[in-house]
Structures are given as C-alpha cells and as structure tokens.
C-alpha cells in the first residue's frame, strides 16, 4: 500500500496555513470585527451568513451548517478529493507531502500507476496500428482527437503481447493489476485480446484500470471486459468519464450518468462532456456520493428497454440513503432502441439537451414505478402501495425531502405513514438511538473512529447494523482504505446534515491513547449497540404483531431471534479460458 500523509503534517500543515489565504481568492470577504463575513458559496443567499474566523481557522454558515478548517473548504469549494486537497494546501505553504510506511510491505502504489500508464500507452500504439479499430470508431462517430483526449487504445490479438510490450515488469505485478489472466491449468496469458480499450481514471487523473469492447459482430466472449479488482482500482468507487468531466468543464453544474464507455466518448464528441459511467455494474452508493460530492444535479439517462429501466431502478435504491433536499436526482430514458450515441447522431444535440431539461425527478420516478399496475381506488391496492413505498422512504435521510415524500403517499392513498419521521431531531448521529445511554455509546464509538480509523481494520459488523448508519459507511470506508485517515472518514460527510455534528465528535478527546486499549473499547461498544438494536428490533415488530396479528408477522419475530446461519463461501468467478 502506498505510504499515507502522518496526521502530524496536516495539524502542523494547518497551522502554517492562514485560512482567510485560501479563502479570499475564491470568495469576496468582508472584515466583520475580529471576523469576515460573505455570502456562502455553498448555497443562495442574498443576506452574508457565511463567517472565517482568522483567530479559530475555522469557516461556519449559520445558513447551510457547513464549516471546517481550510483543508475541508478547498474540499468542498474545488471539489478535491482528500489527498489532492492536501497536496494543493502544502504547495500554497511551499512545502512537500510526505508519506509514511504503515507496517506493511514497501509502499508500491506509486509503481502499480507507472504500470498501468505504461499498458494504457501500449493500447493507444495499438489503435494507431489497427485500421479496423479505427474504422469502427470513426463510424461510431468518434474523432481522433476525442479518442487521444480520453486516452482510447485497442488491445492486439495474441495471448503475449502485453507480457513482451512490459517485459522487465514481473510478471506477478502483471497479474495483480488484471492485465494478465491465469486459467486452470496455470497457464498465463494477456487479459484484453481484439478489443477497443477505454482507460479509467481516478480522479487524480491516474490510469486504475480498463475497460475492453468487442468491435466486431462475431467477435467471441462477452460485449465488455472489465479489469478485476486491484489494489488501486475498486469498481464500486470509480466511474469512468469523470475525469474528463472536469478537467472540460471548470464548474461542474451536473453530471449525465449514462450507461456505457462508448456513450460518454461519443456524448463529449457531441459537445456534452459531463456524462459519466458505471464500471459495466449497478451503480453503488459509493459512486453516487461521489457524484453528488461535485454537483448537486445528477440525471440519470438510460435506454428506455427492460435493463435500461432495471438500471435506472438500482440508481435510485443506491441514491436514496444519501439524498437530501440540497441534491436533485432525475432520470430519463430515451426511445426503444436509442441510446444515447444513436440518439445525439440522429437528433443532435440540441434535442438530447431538451430530453435532459425534462427529466423526471426522484419522487415521481419512484412512484409512478411503485403505482404500477395498482388500481389506486382500491382499497387494497392503495395499502400495497403504502407497504411498498414504505421501505423507500424510509432510507431517506430525516428532512424536507422525506417530508415531499412521506406527503406524496399521504395523498395518493390517503393515510399516514407508519412511522414516519418527518422532523428533523435536535442532534441526529444515526437514524436510530432508543436511549439516551446507547446514544451517548453511539457518539463515543463514532469519535474512536474519527480519531483512530484503524480500531475498525478487520472488523465485520453485526446483521443488526444498516449499511447505510453512520458508523457502518466508516468501518466499510476503514475496510477498503486501511490506511484511511479521520479527516478521509470526516469527509464522507461532506454536504450532509451530519457533517456539522460528526466535526464536534471529532474534536472530543480521546483520554486515553493506547490503540489496543482503544480497539477493545470499539469492539466491546459494538456488541452492546448491536444488542441494544436488535431488542428494539423485536420490540417493533412484536408492535407491528399486534396491529397486524398475521402468520407473517409471527415469522419474521421468530426470525430474528434465531442465530444468523454461517455464511457460505462465494462460487469463485470461472476464470476465462484461452483458446487452445
């Protein structure tokens, strides 16, 4: 793993830096007594409630809530990601980033992406070589000069090539990053044969990974390959295009989410260049915050046939947990047999644009595929789609959004929601805390995470944790990222109503500093939280028995107080053959 920036280089980083330096340039301050004052960048406002106090370096909005040191508002402001956002403070005080060792082997990151800007070279040779390659892309629409800018290469026929192209690279590291495959008998062999080659970048501009296409009708195997998962490259983080996005545009106002490679080169040949894709999955969670960490307007435009709309259907359920009423999510779905290459060729621009501006939004989407096939005069039909858009809504952050949503069902059904939390709690942490003790056990356990992020390494959480609660997303960014930082995990939180409150847990002192001592703690808190929900668990659904005393009812209380069953090993994916 490569080596992580100390905690003491970005204390001591912050304190050489003057907040008001950064700043300034970017926003017009006004000095107010001790402090400046102007309005917030973050949101509208006519009246300054956005205040930069020199003395604490520290920004506030009494509007929006959102605050920080000067790290978390280049974070936010410039759209960085942490560790870019640190290097561009340490270039502003004129000094270098270091990096240190975690205990692990000698860092290598740095020579896996040298590894991987080699390969992606190799690929683009191999298009310059490769007319038929050409050919195709220069009838999909696609310039050389959209094709040099997005790095797009072709992958030659033979099962050497890449081994003979990047022969003084071991062959272990080869396979490691997905550019060589091993079959069952042992033998290797180069992973991306015959195929037109989309490089994918991170945000930093660095080659992660690739996709590889077919080009031709008869070519074997399937449409797309993808490379496997790396040490530097995690499909579930990644999406491809977004680079480019915004190296093309400054600000970024909102992002297209379309659903192949192909479709974001030919859109940003088409003068729209802030389409972004999945890496041939569903889209995660985690891509989504990503999305909505750099705008506030996501479309989601996919084909308007069964996987088009299946699609669009896994977006949504992977945006609802980290919606708010600051964050717009449509979605569009284009013509029977369009996508959205075919469809700008034939109808340009201007109407692909048109087809964007009427997009539908998040609630109407959900309900109108909810109220599907119901007859909503009737009674019974009305209470299925209560009981269907209940678990929706419920993984909508507490606000003005679930509020509009909790609203929608009222007036389509014509009842209350069970249940429904529509206000706002003086100080929430996560969506549930039944007392006041597991809530003051919730606060220290999301601090000990904040402050040392390695307690969490290793550790998998009890059924009764949703991957949406707050410490869940931490432990699983720890698990990913073991050399995460707090300020990585205090970023997550970037724009969300939590941010504000996990910044005061963050600063609460630890009283003790011995990282086994602490580790016990962790665990040991984890346990008791995790019983603590799953009484309460029971206790709901023994409520919901009583109100619907049904067989179903009964079946889900007895399951819950039976021992979860040992998990069973994943089938291992069949590695592809080659030809003998």
């Known amino acids: 793993m490569a080596g992580r920036i100390p905690q003491g280089f970005i204390n001591d980083l912050l304190t050489r830096i003057d907040i008001v330096d950064v700043i300034e340039p970017r926003v017009a301050l006004k000095k107010a007594g001790k402090d400046y004052k102007a309005c917030c960048p973050f949101h509208d406002e006519k009246t300054p409630s956005f205040t930069v106090s020199q003395q604490k370096q520290f920004f506030h909005c009494f509007g929006c809530g959102m605050s920080g040191t000067a790290l978390a508002f280049l974070m936010e402001f410039e759209r960085l990601e942490f560790v870019p956002a640190v290097e561009a403070l340490a270039a502003l005080a004129g000094v270098e980033v270091p990096r240190e060792n975690s ?52 992958a030659p026929s033979g099962w050497n090539a890449m081994t003979s192209a990047l022969a003084d690279v071991p062959q272990a590291i080869l396979l490691e990053l997905g550019l060589l495959s091993r079959n069952d008998q042992g033998r290797v062999y180069d992973k991306f044969r015959e195929r037109i080659i989309f490089p994918i970048r ?41 680079y480019e996005a915004r190296r093309a545009v400054r600000k970024l106002e909102q992002l297209i989410v379309v ?119 009737s009674l019974d039909d009305r209470a299925r789609l209560a009981s269907l858009a209940a678990p929706h809504i419920e993984k909508v952050q507490t606000g003005i959004l679930k509020q509009m949503m909790v609203a929608e069902l009222q007036g389509l059904t014509g009842s209350r929601m069970p249940n429904a939390q529509t206000e706002a709690p003086a100080v929430k942490v996560t969506a549930f805390a039944p007392s006041s003790a597991m809530k003051r056990l919730e606060e220290r356990l ?21 991957p949406t609660d707050s410490i869940a997303v931490m432990v699983e960014f720890v698990l990913r990222q073991p050399d995460a930082l707090g300020d990585e995990l205090l970023a997550l939180w970037m724009g969300d109503p939590l941010y504000e409150r996990m910044l005061q847990l963050a600063s609460r002192p630890l009283m003790v500093d011995d990282d086994t001592a602490l580790r016990s703690e962790f665990c040991e808190g984890i346990q008791l939280l995790a019983a603590s929900r799953a009484r309460e668990g029971r206790k709901r659904m023994l409520g919901d028995m009583r109100q619907d005393p049904t067989l179903e009812a009964l079946r889900r209380l007895q399951e819950s107080r039976r021992p979860p069953k040992p998990e069973q090993p994943e089938r291992p994916e069949q590695p592809e053959h080659p030809e003998s």
């Open 103 to 154: 205990g692990g082997p000698a860092p290598q990151d740095n020579r896996l992406y040298d590894v991987m800007e080699r390969a992606q070279r190799f690929f683009a040779g191999g298009l310059k070589a490769h007319v038929d390659a050409q050919e195709y892309l220069k009838n999909r629409g696609v310039s050389g000069i959209t094709a040099r800018d997005f790095g797009v290469g072709y």
């Open 202 to 242: 991170d945000v930093r501009g660095r080659v992660v990974g690739f996709g590889g296409r077919i080009h031709k009708a008869d070519d074997g195997g399937p449409k797309y390959l993808n490379s496997p998962e790396t040490p530097i490259f995690h499909k579930g983080q990644e999406l491809y295009g977004l």
């Open 259 to 377: 659903e192949g490679y192909l479709d974001v080169v030919s859109m940003a040949q088409a003068g729209i260049p802030t389409c972004v894709a999945a890496l041939g999955t569903a889209i995660s969670t985690e891509q989504m915050r990503k999305l909505f960490r750099y705008v506030d307007d996501v479309v989601c435009c996919f084909d308007g046939d069964r996987a088009g709309r299946q699609a669009a259907w896994r977006a949504l359920e992977a945006s609802l947990p980290i919606l708010t009423e600051g964050k717009r999510l449509r979605f569009v779905f284009l013509p029977d047999g369009e996508d959205p290459d075919s469809f700008v060729r034939k109808q340009g621009k201007a109407a692909f644009l048109e087809q964007i501006k009427g997009a539908i939004p998040v609630i109407d989407y959900l309900f109108s595929t909810l109220r599907q096939g119901l007859n909503l005069n």
């Open 446 to 466: 999301l601090t000990l995470l904040l402050r040392r992020p390695q307690i969490a390494r290793g550790l998998q959480l009890p059924d009764s944790f949703d």
